[in-house]
């Protein structure tokens, strides 16, 4: 199976492609909801990167579906939004919304009912703490210091680090601390194909380094254990809130992946059928895939309802070339591919 396709062929008809830049406007804000499917991400080739790529990803399987939403601060409970509803005392920390977050059991430790709170500005997107019932109790917990998650304006090739800690009082045992190195690196820019929609992206790897410290009063005793390494790999796109795809590796293995889906449009017309050539993203808005198998080599015309000719070129073997749709009037089109295996025509439609 290909998870990582190269562009294959420039045809006349299309146009150069230029990175994107991420800025706070591409983060969440209160009242978002940002839905996603989660799916097995054994096999998927996380190594090839770089500069102009297109990544196809059109074969991930939509299994399990989720979504985050997030919250105003004042949504939360009162006992958790300390440090985090007041800019006269704690600029620093005050957030401008909240998440869901994981639970943490670790030995003794029980932290539950989570939520993340975030803030985020012109120079960066970052996790400032969280409130939480530990071990029974509710807690206002700070990062210090906080968590940069992005620094902006993130652009190709950035490199960033960035250090956060937090240190919590547990009922009835001790103490319980977290300390976790980020390293960010936008390492690829270009276009991720998923299984229903294609975007512009850049690709952020994050590795992060987690020491988590326990001190049990009654034995007057304390330990630090190191946690796996984490590595998140982001697909990041304008305007879309979160990543259109995560993928995340555990001490070198993948774990999952979530990604943007959307169950009304489908995937790609006869995806997996490598024997005959189909066009994807269908309806399409911006640009469309043709991928080709792998032998092909043609002709490809598109035409528009009536018959005239609005974009030409020539392909060679396969797998993908990517169609620029920009200034063509939204109806339906047809391409018509004349190959040394055949002759097709994919009938679709212009958003």
Do not use: C
């Not at 012109?122 to 019932?133: K, L, M």
């Not at 293995?253 to 995806?271: S, V």
């Amino acid at each position: 199976m290909r998870y990582l396709l190269s562009l294959v062929t420039m045809l006349s008809l299309m146009v150069g492609r230029s990175q994107i830049t991420i800025g706070p406007n591409d983060m969440p804000s209160a009242g978002d909801t940002m839905r996603y499917y989660t799916a097995i991400a054994t096999g998927v080739d996380l190594v090839q990167t770089g500069p102009d790529q297109i990544w196809d990803m059109s074969a991930l399987v939509p299994q399990l579906p989720g979504a985050d939403t997030a919250v105003t601060v004042g949504s939360t409970p009162l006992l958790y939004q300390f440090f985090f509803n007041n800019t006269i005392l704690f600029p620093e920390h005050a957030a401008n919304y909240a998440m869901a977050g994981a639970n943490i059991d670790f030995q003794a430790v029980t932290i539950e009912d989570v939520y993340d709170y975030y803030k985020k500005s012109a120079t960066g997107f970052r996790n400032v703490g969280f409130g939480a019932n530990i071990n029974g109790l509710p807690a206002s917990v700070r990062r210090i210091p906080v968590d940069y998650i992005h620094r902006f304006p993130m652009d190709y090739s950035d490199q960033d680090t960035s250090f956060s800690a937090f240190e919590v009082t547990i009922p009835t045992l001790g103490f319980f601390g977290q300390s976790q190195w980020r390293y960010n690196h936008v390492d690829g820019w270009g276009t991720l194909v998923l299984p229903s929609a294609t975007f512009e992206v850049l690709r952020v790897r994050s590795v992060l380094d987690r020491r988590d410290t326990i001190y049990v009063d009654q034995f007057n005793f304390g330990f630090g254990l190191d946690e796996p390494q984490t590595i998140e790999y982001k697909w990041i796109a304008q305007g879309m809130d979160r990543p259109v795809l995560i993928v995340t590796t555990v001490a070198g293995i993948a774990t999952t992946a979530q990604f943007y889906h959307d169950p009304a449009l489908g995937a790609g017309e006869a995806a997996g059928n490598e024997l005959v050539p189909y066009l994807f993203p269908n309806p399409a808005e911006g640009h469309a895939f043709l991928r080709m198998p792998m032998q092909m080599r043609g002709e490809l015309r598109v035409v528009d309802a009536l018959g005239r000719e609005v974009r030409s070129g020539r392909t060679v073997a396969g797998p993908l070339v990517r169609i620029d749709l920009d200034g063509m009037a939204p109806g339906s089109y047809v391409a018509m591919l004349t190959g040394s295996d055949g002759a097709w025509s994919i009938r679709f439609m212009v958003q």
